[in-house]
């Protein structure tokens, strides 16, 4: 046998290894294990243990090596030199690496990345690094490679990498109405039930975009993760269809967040352009909009990937039990430019989305809908109504065509543009196709009441074990953007869809 014995004197209850040793140590509360292999160890298993030489600490979180190691085991927390960590989902190293009392980490002159190839295609290098959750890290003084290329610095980052989030780096674009530009956009907070982000595009013909978004839960949701970054639409795209927010997934893609949760939000922003089906040329400023979002209101579970569909001709195809329902209530002072309306406006929105049913083979439908309430101060009421039905083919489980239709009805007067029916009858048609190395996506959007296609898109991306890279072409304003994601370890998520 490799290990020795230990030199235990049981007056104090101290040990001490002669030489190379393993030993188990068992968490009283929980029963969890730590499982520790040393050159040498010497202390208490009822207090300290102090590890010189090699050392290599294996806990349910992951595995932890380093060069020297000093354990609490009342708190099962300490400090391991020159170490690295493999982590569930990630990799840390650090010349510390703390484990702290509520079993995160925090690492000094520390690098972190979810790649799993040994020449990793990106890392985060810092100061400090806290590790929360496995997951989800808090850096200062930062640094972004892609490969061994530093891309960017930045004073501080907040991300969380269990289901992938936008590379933390200006990424550049062309349109026609803004020539190049450059947009950043990341998280100042990311800490359970709360989150903060901003959102910068800087570009040669408009004056610079900002905005900022805050959430916060009310109350606790069964996850500890904040809340989902939902607002940008409400800026970029505010008559987005339910469907497009909730697009059919695709297997290994990631699933829509939903948690049951109540959030407080408050959003500002400078002259943001808006998605307009009719018009290329919106601005909208808010200063400031506040509301409360109720997301997933009927608590529907997401069914296992593998699960059976419902039949549409069942009981279920009209019972709203398994449907994703969010509704939010805001008041906010805007200004849209080039029309110069500007005016307060309390705001209600509420949208629903079915569930999948299988009509027959491969061939599924779903049905939803949003609809839209809003008083402004100049006395003008505005009620939106947009329901929505589609049709997916699942070719494969990660390849997907489909058609979907939907109408908008009015009524009512509103002063602005931007939250105003733009497209009466829609029709959109979209194939998607999600693999491990390639993911395309094709959609066009046809206004069926004056016969013409007004947009396109157009993707491709590269997929890698810890990010993907590509390009979107969109023919409404002749606009090609790169696609530049962080993905969890090991290449087993992405998104469908838009």
Not at 304 to 329: D, I, M, R
Not at 398 to 410: F, K, P, V
Request: a positive charge; proline letters at 6%; glycine letters at 8%.
């Amino acid at each position: 046998d490799q290990y020795k014995e230990l030199i235990w004197q049981p007056s104090d209850n101290y040990f001490v290894s002669p030489g190379h040793i393993r030993f188990t140590l068992v968490d009283a509360d929980t029963r969890q294990r730590t499982i520790v292999i040393a050159d040498d160890a010497q202390g208490s298993p009822t207090g300290d243990i102090i590890i010189r030489g090699k050392v290599r600490l294996e806990r349910d979180s992951g595995i932890l090596t380093g060069r020297a190691l000093t354990y609490r085991v009342p708190s099962r927390s300490g400090i391991i030199l020159d170490a690295q960590g493999k982590l569930e989902q990630a990799f840390l190293t650090g010349k510390k690496i703390e484990i702290l009392e509520n079993q995160d980490m925090k690492a000094t002159h520390a690098t972190f990345t979810t790649c799993i190839d040994p020449q990793s295609h990106y890392h985060i290098s810092a100061r400090e690094i806290s590790v929360q959750g496995g997951t989800k890290i808090v850096a200062r003084d930062v640094g972004f490679y892609i490969g061994s290329t530093k891309i960017i610095s930045v004073p501080r980052i907040s991300k969380n990498f269990s289901k992938g989030d936008e590379a933390p780096v200006p990424l550049p674009s062309y349109s026609k109405d803004n020539l190049v530009q450059f947009r950043l956009r990341s998280d100042v907070i990311n800490d359970p039930y709360t989150g903060l982000n901003y959102d910068l595009t800087l570009g040669l013909m408009r004056t610079p975009q900002l905005a900022l978004t805050y959430e916060t839960d009310l109350g606790h949701p069964k996850d500890d993760a904040p809340p989902p970054h939902s607002r940008k639409w409400s800026i970029v795209e505010p008559l987005r269809a339910a469907f497009e927010s909730s697009p059919p997934l695709l297997k290994g893609a990631i699933p829509e967040d939903e948690t049951k949760r109540t959030s407080f939000y408050s959003l500002a922003n400078t002259g943001n352009y808006v998605y307009n089906r009719q018009r290329t040329d919106l601005l909208v400023t808010r200063f400031p909009e506040v509301g409360i979002s109720f997301r997933n209101i009927l608590n529907r579970v997401l069914p296992p990937e593998n699960s059976q569909y419902k039949s549409v001709f069942g009981t279920g195809f009209f019972s709203p039990a398994e449907w994703f329902v969010n509704a939010e209530l805001g008041l906010g002072h805007f200004l849209e430019r080039p029309t110069k309306e500007e005016h307060s406006r309390l705001g209600f929105r509420t949208n629903a989305v079915s569930p999948m049913f299988r009509v027959a083979g491969p061939i599924f439908v779903r049905y939803g809908g949003t609809m839209w309430h809003n008083l402004y101060t100049n006395g003008n009421r505005y009620t939106l109504l947009s329901p929505e039905v589609e049709t997916d083919i699942l070719l494969r489980p990660n390849t997907l065509i489909g058609a979907g239709y939907r109408y908008e009805r009015e009524f009512g007067t509103t002063p602005f543009l931007w939250d105003k029916l733009d497209v009466r009858h829609e029709l959109r048609l979209r194939y998607n196709f999600l693999g491990k190395n390639w993911a395309y996506d094709t959609e066009v959007k046809y206004d069926m009441e004056h016969y013409r296609a007004y947009d396109s898109l157009y993707g491709i991306r590269r997929r890698l074990d810890c990010l993907e890279y590509g390009f979107q072409y969109r023919t409404r304003n002749s606009s090609i953007s790169i696609v530049l994601n962080l993905l969890p370890a090991g290449n087993t998520v992405g998104k469908a869809g838009k």
